[in-house]
Structures are given as structure tokens and as C-alpha cells.
């Protein structure tokens, strides 16, 4: 089993920065890639940013350029860089690890972007 524990969201104005961090514990031997999901309220929970255990990123369109994610594997900490923050950005951001069998969320930080 692997527990997942996301903090540092909060309101901002738009413009500003966040740093997220997901602290992973347990069986986190067995993490191969990690990942930022959020979810506006009234929307389905969408893909913000990916890394592999060997540290290849993927991002959604709409944070390139803004968001970086980041792993700190002596550390068992996932990051997620947030400039440049937008309104549309404000929601509930998970962490999610995979293994080879199944995969993990968080419980969740809330990030609102204010106008």
C-alpha cells in the first residue's frame, strides 16, 4: 500500500504562484509514475501533469509553460510548481502514484485563483 498526503494549496490572485507538494509513504518502492490531477467544481477530475520514476514529464495544454512537476525521490515527494495561476486553474488538486498493479490518490489540497 502506498498513502499519499498533498499540501500547500490556498487562494492566490491571479498571476501569483503555488508550490504543491504529496508526500508518499509506505510501499514507495513500488511507485513507478506520479502525477497532478485536479477537479473544478461541476467537472470530471482532469489530468494536469505526469512524471516517470526515470523523470520524463508530460502536461496538459492548458499548463504548459506555467506548471512544473517535479519528484524528489530521496525525499518521497512529488511537487507541483504552479506561475502564473489563472481563475480556470481553481479547484481540488489530487496526487496519484501508480505501480504495477494498481494506484493511489491523496486526499486532495484546494487551490482557488482569485480575479
Known amino acids: 500500500q502506498v498513502q499519499l498526503v498533498e499540501s500547500g494549496g490556498g487562494l492566490v490572485q491571479a498571476g501569483g504562484s503555488l508550490r504543491l507538494s504529496c508526500a508518499a509513504s509506505?510501499?514507495?518502492?513500488?511507485?513507478?509514475?506520479m502525477g497532478w490531477y485536479r477537479q473544478a467544481p461541476g467537472k470530471q477530475r482532469e489530468l494536469v501533469a505526469t512524471i516517470t520514476r526515470g523523470g520524463s514529464t508530460d502536461y496538459a495544454d492548458s499548463v504548459k509553460g506555467r506548471f512544473t512537476i517535479s519528484r524528489d525521490n530521496a525525499k518521497n515527494t512529488l511537487y507541483l510548481q504552479m506561475n502564473s495561476l489563472e481563475p480556470e486553474d481553481t479547484g481540488v488538486y489530487y496526487c496519484?502514484?501508480?505501480?504495477?498493479?494498481?494506484?493511489?490518490w491523496g486526499q486532495g489540497t484546494q487551490v482557488t485563483v482569485s480575479s
Open positions: 496519484k502514484a501508480n505501480d504495477l498493479v494498481q494506484f493511489y
Open positions: 509506505g510501499l514507495i518502492f513500488s511507485i513507478n509514475a
